[in-house]
């Protein structure tokens, strides 16, 4: 059982709001990644950190931005929302196990911008 | 271009039937390929991961194959369960970095009937 927790795990909100979608995990991994995902379609890479001080950009383009102050915690802002950010966002962790980087992900948030 | 195809894209089966996802990727270089399980709403969790040099794989009713040299994977379920209806993602990595990139197919939606 994974140690990664998002929340929320629903949020609705207006055009314009700013929001802050938390992730945290106890694992103590380095890695920890941000994904989104649409319904039927795959997971998109939108930001990912190799460590505290560390954040990239992932390979879809996103106006969102993320920090790493401290290992555990990864969370990810909008500074305005659009409805085209309604999805859900997957956050995750990876740690490297025989060889190949496992990742565990958390139960997602469910964003709808109204 | 490299991308990770999956068939068929639903399947519905009667509790206690067996069934076979289906995989094809043209990821290159390859590195190592999963499986994973999505349940509605949740984050996707590990079922296996399978490197190169290995051709089977299996955790409980749950066995995943391999044949690089065709480029395909399944995933067999075994005398499936009410559970085991989810949405079962296929991802392969390549071989670009240490961290490795990350191929997502749509995935399978599986519903299991009483």
């Known amino acids: 059982e994974a140690d990664i927790y998002q929340t929320p795990r629903y949020l609705v909100i207006g055009t314009g709001k700013k929001i802050t979608l938390e992730c945290s995990q106890t694992?103590?991994?380095?890695?920890m990644y941000w994904y989104q995902q649409d319904p039927g379609m795959e997971l998109h890479l939108i930001h990912y950190?190799?460590?505290?001080?560390?954040?990239e950009k992932g390979d879809l383009s996103s106006e969102s931005t993320v920090s790493r102050i401290r290992t555990e915690h990864f969370p990810l802002t909008l500074e305005s929302a659009r409805p085209s950010h309604t999805s859900q966002y997957l956050c995750?962790?990876?740690?490297?196990?025989?060889?190949?980087?496992?990742?565990?992900f958390g139960s997602g948030t469910q964003l709808s911008v109204l | 271009k490299n991308q990770v195809e999956q068939s068929p894209q639903s399947l519905i089966i009667l509790e206690g039937k067996n069934c076979t996802l289906q995989?094809?990727?043209?990821?290159?270089?390859?590195?190592?390929l999963r499986w994973y399980k999505q349940d509605t709403g949740r984050g996707p969790v590990s079922l296996t991961i399978?490197?190169?040099?290995?051709n089977t794989k299996s955790n409980g009713r749950y066995t995943a194959t391999l044949d690089a040299d065709t480029k395909q994977s399944s995933l067999h379920i075994t005398a499936s369960q009410l559970s085991d209806s989810a949405s079962y993602i296929c991802?392969?990595?390549?071989?670009?970095?240490?961290?490795?990139?990350?191929?997502f197919g749509r995935g399978t939606q599986l519903t299991v009937w009483p």
């Open positions: 995750a962790s990876s740690v490297r196990q025989n060889g190949n980087e496992k990742l565990f």
């Open positions: 694992m103590g991994h380095d890695k």
């Open positions: 950190s190799y460590g505290v001080n560390s954040t």
């Open positions: 399978m490197t190169f040099s290995e």
């Open positions: 995989c094809n990727y043209t990821v290159s270089p390859f590195s190592n």
């Open positions: 991802v392969v990595s390549d071989r670009g970095s240490t961290l490795g990139r990350l191929y």
